[in-house]
């Protein structure tokens, strides 16, 4: 593999408490010196700035800087952890975002309350690298595509270590995470919709389910297995799994490249793999969106034809190492990574992979509910 990732700094340490090494990757913030939304106020305001809110670690090293040499276009950069993170903030609109990179579902409900800018495809060209299969997909949650630019995308799997799963117990179903021969060395994602997720898969219903009784089915059994759970994680399934502190995890697809740089900088003999259950998953994908309050919406254009360059496309990829939609920028990749279905599954692994849709507020606080008891339990 071509090693074009960002660098990391690994700190290996040594728990005393357990027989495996637990290890640690971070790197600098994302934002490569730009302003930020919420430190610069007013000094930022005029035609020559674009209000950028994004997800962290999610924008290639000196892309930003790139950006604005090419455009003479500053760049004031901020941003959060979680769809519901940056949701209200958007919709209270105290910081005008011109440019914002939400997720499908959000996407969805932003369009349904009626948040955002239409996009000029006219000043968009490059869309035209964005494979037409991500495009199809994205009408799932933008009808029509009048509004979102993928960016990003991936699905949820199993990541597993192959020196603590016997070989006969390879997971190729979510029901990998109910066995009771790893108990408390399982970790599920602290997320809702994606835990609930992994029920309704093993019990045949619709991930946008809103049935209550097939919701209190999916309840039940995650209940059953919470006695085998380690942990509910987010950014910590990585770090854990790198240190051999779990068997197994739920994770995002996009991890896994990280993990596998972090596990042979550290020179660590464990080998990390992911699978899609055959039971199918979530696909999910992030797009880049104009907020209707923004003020700068012809910059915000701009900013979304430059990262569809298929050279940025590419340089963002390798930084995020989360798939890139950008048909252009993956016939870049070296033929290991395009290759790697791991990381670029096909259109045969994600058969039974569906896309979350925004449930109304009457959905969201029947799934919260049902989680709060899970967690309660």
């Known amino acids: 593999m071509k090693k074009n990732f960002r660098t990391r700094i690994l700190v290996l340490l040594l728990a005393a408490a357990s027989a495996f090494p637990t290890a640690a990757c971070g790197s600098g913030t994302p934002q490569n010196g730009a302003a930020s939304a919420s430190d610069d106020g007013a000094a930022a305001d005029g035609d020559n700035v674009l209000y950028v809110y ?60 009626d948040m955002l800018y239409p996009i000029d495809w006219d000043k968009v060209p490059n869309i035209s690298n964005i494979d037409e299969k991500y495009m199809k997909k ?13 960016y990003c995308w991936g699905t ?6 192959t020196s603590l799963v016997s070989p006969q117990d390879t997971p190729d179903s979510w029901n990998a995470l109910w066995d009771e021969k790893y108990s408390d060395n399982i970790l599920m994602l ?15 219903y619709d991930v946008n389910t ?10 039940d059994l995650l209940i059953r297995q919470k006695p085998l759970v380690q942990a509910y994680v987010v950014d910590q399934v990585r770090d854990k799994m790198i240190g051999g502190e779990a068997a197994m995890a739920m994770i995002y697809s996009g991890e896994l490249l990280y993990v596998q740089e972090c596990l042979e900088e550290a020179g660590s003999p464990y080998v990390l793999k992911y699978v899609i259950p055959k039971e199918g998953s979530n696909v999910w994908i992030d797009s880049w969106v104009i907020p209707k309050n923004a003020r700068h919406k012809e910059n915000a254009e701009k900013w ?58 009457a959905g ?3 799934y919260d509910t049902m989680w709060n008891e899970v967690k309660a339990y």
């Open 54 to 113: 994004n997800w962290g670690e999610y924008i290639g090293d000196g892309v930003v800087e790139q950006f604005e040499k090419e455009t003479g276009i500053r760049v004031v950069y901020d941003t959060f952890q979680t769809n519901e993170e940056m949701y209200p903030i958007i919709e209270a609109g105290a910081i005008r975002y011109d440019v914002v990179c939400p997720s499908d579902y959000i996407i969805q409900k932003m369009i349904r309350n």
């Open 138 to 150: 994205s009408e799932a949650f933008d009808p029509g595509n009048r509004y979102s630019v993928p």
């Open 156 to 161: 949820i799997g199993i990541l597993y270590n």
């Open 190 to 204: 602290d997320s809702v919709r994606d835990t609930f997720m992994v029920a309704e898969k093993l019990l045949g």
């Open 210 to 219: 809103t049935d209550e009784k097939q919701l209190e089915a999916c309840r």
């Open 304 to 361: 979304l034809n430059f990262l569809c360059r298929a050279e940025i496309a590419k340089e963002n990829f390798e930084y995020i190492t989360y798939p890139t939609p950008n048909r252009a920028a993956f016939e870049l990749l070296d033929p290991d990574i395009r290759n790697n279905r791991e990381v670029f599954p096909d259109d045969a692994d994600l058969e039974k992979c569906s896309v979350f849709e925004y449930l109304g507020t």
């Open 364 to 366: 969201d606080e029947l």
